[in-house]
């Protein structure tokens, strides 16, 4: 998530399907699944009431966190015309995020960067990816996805809904110009909430 320009109060618990425990591993705690983070987003698109209470601003990004499902981060995005993220990944977090309204646009590289380590990176051809999210429109992800999300319309807001599991350590931010992609900085969740 980057940080948008204007934030708003914390929305009511938004009810969340049931959390499972995954890579069969005995812990004390749940970890929800990528398809229960997918089942979530789109659930919670379908609210009308909860995505018509988001207040737009016609400069600047607004948002409210939500109760995820086993403990995952969410949030409910408004995005005015020509608004994005820039490039990023969500470090060791994976997720899922869907349109609620309007239409985004996703730019994501097919290809597994190092966590750590380095500054400068020169991508090979073939790496890049674009796809179309109109309203109900979706798609998970595994950790340290690097992609940037857009909203080309120059009229309409659009609103998305995200969940993250873990809840986000962290954020990297990517400046890329042609094939190179370089670290820029890494913000932590004290930077964003």
Same mark, same amino acid.
């Given at each position: 998530?980057?940080? $948008?320009?204007?934030?708003?109060?914390?929305?009511?618990?938004? @009810?969340?399907? !049931?959390? &499972?425990?995954?890579?069969?591993?005995?812990?004390?705690?749940?970890? @929800?699944?990528?398809?229960?983070?997918?089942?979530?987003?789109?659930?919670?698109a379908r609210d009308e009431e909860l995505?018509?209470? #988001?207040?737009l601003d016609p400069d600047g990004r607004?948002?409210?966190?939500?109760?995820? $499902? +086993?403990?995952?981060?969410?949030?409910?995005?408004?995005? @005015?015309?020509?608004?994005?993220?820039?490039?990023?990944?969500?470090?060791?977090?994976?997720?899922?995020?869907?349109?609620?309204?309007?239409?985004? /646009?996703?730019?994501? #590289?097919?290809?597994?960067?190092?966590?750590? +380590?380095? /500054?400068?990176? =020169?991508?090979?051809?073939?790496?890049?990816?674009?796809?179309?999210?109109?309203?109900?429109?979706?798609?998970?992800?595994?950790?340290?996805?690097?992609? =940037?999300?857009?909203?080309?319309?120059?009229? &309409?807001?659009?609103?998305?809904?995200?969940?993250?599991?873990?809840?986000?350590?962290?954020?990297?931010?990517? !400046?890329?110009?042609?094939?190179?992609?370089? #670290?820029?900085?890494?913000?932590?969740?004290?930077?964003?909430?």
């Open positions: 998530m980057s940080s $948008p320009r204007s934030a708003v109060p914390t929305a009511a618990a938004v @009810p969340s399907p !049931s959390a &499972a425990v995954t890579g069969g591993s005995a812990t004390s705690s749940t970890a @929800p699944t990528v398809a229960e983070l997918m089942d979530f987003v789109r659930s919670t995505i018509a209470s #988001l207040p607004t948002w409210i966190r939500l109760d995820g $499902p +086993g403990g995952s981060e969410a949030w409910l995005i408004g995005w @005015p015309p020509g608004t994005g993220t820039g490039w990023h990944d969500h470090a060791d977090s994976f997720g899922a995020f869907t349109t609620a309204a309007g239409a985004l /646009k996703e730019h994501s #590289l097919a290809v597994r960067l190092p966590t750590d +380590g380095w /500054k400068t990176l =020169e991508l090979t051809d073939g790496v890049d990816r674009s796809r179309e999210l109109a309203t109900g429109q979706g798609r998970a992800f595994g950790q340290n996805h690097v992609h =940037e999300v857009v909203n080309e319309s120059e009229v &309409a807001h659009a609103v998305s809904v995200h969940a993250y599991y873990p809840p986000l350590p962290r954020i990297r931010r990517f !400046s890329r110009t042609g094939a190179v992609l370089r #670290l820029e900085q890494t913000e932590r969740p004290e930077d964003w909430q």
